[in-house]
């Protein structure tokens, strides 16, 4: 009887805490729905990581970004972007496939599923970071509409050692704002996304350049900027 009762305890126990953190979530994605955030999970630990280094940030409107660069994330990222409803089951599958393989959890995120790791969370391939992604994606995909994810993406995303948003991006590595962005340099911007703490936009790779090239294909396939239209102009 005392083991029945510790254990329906500790089932009452979880099931509290795991309401109350999504009671809090909740919360804080529909705080954020309205309100800009000032940082990012990502950038308070590189903060804390590399604290003689400063973090470059700065925060821009969707409407004062060139519309090439939605554009080339999209095409570059997440081409069923506006589609999904925030997770890409089919990859999901295959990732959580390679989990029980190799013990590790690849990528497999979406723009939506991006933003909620970078803004709330830590990098990683670890089952319950994931869990926790896909929570938070969920939380963000029912509350906010395409474009606000698509805003609050581009504006945390990390280009570079220290750079994040695409605004601090342009002008650190084009000496530009991000509303002056061509076609080719916001593919540039797009194409070190996967891996920016090894690929520098300054200096492109060879992989970085034919990367750079397969995303302006990629972003003329989908019919240019009159295809993000719908997007840019929801509320």
Known sequence: MANRSILRSLWRYTFLTLLSVCFISLGIVGFIKFVNPPTSSFMLIDQWQNPERKVRHLWVELEDISQWMPLAVIASEDQSFVK????????????????????????????????????????????????????FTLEMEGLWSKRRIIEI???????????????????????????????????????????????????????????????????????????????????
């Open 84 to 135: 999904h409803w925030g997770i890409d089951t089919q990859q999901l599958l295959t990732a959580l496939k390679d989990y029980r393989k190799k013990g590790s959890l690849r990528g497999a995120s979406t723009i939506s599923q991006q933003t909620a790791k970078n803004l709330f969370l830590w990098n990683g391939r670890h089952y319950i970071r994931k869990v926790l992604e896909l929570g």
């Open 153 to 235: 993406y581009l504006n945390i995303a990390e280009f570079g050692n220290g750079v994040y948003g695409v605004e601090a991006a342009s002008q650190h590595f084009f000496g530009i704002k991000s509303r002056d962005l061509t076609q080719k340099q916001a593919a540039i911007l797009a194409a070190v996304l996967p891996n920016p703490k090894k690929y520098n936009a300054a200096q492109p790779s060879a992989y970085i350049r034919q990367r750079i090239k397969w995303i302006i294909r990629q972003m003329n396939q989908l019919g240019g900027t009159h295809s993000i239209q719908p997007l840019l102009q929801q509320k």
